[in-house]
């Protein structure tokens, strides 16, 4: 694959990321009439996981664009969209990545679009409407916040690196997330918890924080952020060190990876 049609493909999930941002954020205005409050919220896979018309209505503007500008690409959707490529290239697209974040008005939530060709995901976007930042990569040519170029921390002790992390939706899921936090926190600087994988993704990447690691995600969590954070420099494994995957990602500054390993593996039962 060409660097030019790296860049288009970037190009695309920015496009398609700042549309479906603006869908939901117009939305979410005029369900609170601009003013402080909640748009309405309905619940998927638990009480406490919230989805709402407005993730819906994003993700439909993604895959009615990808329908017109790209027909026969591959859709995989959070909210449910689920189409075939003919083509090799597949997006994958959490319309509102941090949806909680998004009923609450905190400012952590956003699309994340990223674009896989031959199951290679080769270009991402995650826009934040809340605060109109944009952070972009394609393989092999690097990140960047808009048009700054992002690097992360040059830490090499553990014991002074900032760690974020998020918590599944499952109740005794959570219980031992939580007691794996209590276990690594007195080793670490101190934890983050944003409520966006795509976030702490690009938070690593950017160097607002040193490392994130969290378990049981979905692809869509995932796909444009980790792209992000390793075109920065950033290290990816499992917890334990494997492979990175939705199911187990640690993604950190180098300096530290290998130590966080073993911090990791010692908070487990």
């Known amino acids: ?75 995989l959707g959070e909210e449910g969209s689920a189409v075939a490529s003919t083509t090799g290239v597949r997006w994958i697209v959490d319309p ?9 008005g905190l400012p952590a939530w956003g699309p994340s679009v ?54 599944g939706y499952d109740p005794s899921l959570r219980a031992r997330q939580g007691e794996r936090v209590a276990a690594l926190l007195p080793m670490v600087r101190d934890i983050r918890r944003s409520g966006s994988a795509a976030f702490d993704l690009c938070s690593v990447a950017c160097g607002r924080v040193d490392a994130y690691y969290e378990e049981h995600l979905n692809e869509w969590d995932l796909a444009a952020g980790l792209l992000i954070a390793r075109e920065s420099g950033a290290l990816a494994s499992s917890l334990d060190g494997g492979p990175p995957s939705p199911s187990s990602v640690l993604v950190s500054a180098p300096g530290i990876h290998a130590a966080l390993i073993d911090c990791l593996a010692m908070t487990t039962r």
């Open 114 to 167: 990223a674009v896989a060709v031959d199951d290679i995901v080769v270009a991402g976007a995650v826009h934040f409407p809340a605060t109109g930042e944009t952070f972009h990569a394609g393989l092999g040519a690097g990140a960047a916040l808009g048009d700054l170029p992002l690097a992360v921390t040059l830490v090499d002790d553990v014991s002074v690196a900032l760690i974020a992390t998020g918590f």
């Open 1 to 75: 694959m060409t660097m030019s049609t790296v860049d288009e493909l970037r190009q695309c999930c920015i496009s398609l990321a700042k549309g479906a941002g603006e869908v939901a954020l117009s939305g979410r205005i005029a369900d609170t009439n601009g003013a402080i409050g909640q748009p309405s919220a309905a619940t998927k896979s638990s009480a406490t996981d919230l989805v709402t018309r407005h993730d819906q209505a994003a993700e439909r503007y993604i895959r009615e664009r990808l329908s017109a500008e790209r027909p026969g690409d591959g859709l």
């Open 96 to 104: 509102i990545d941090g949806t909680t974040n998004f009923v609450y």
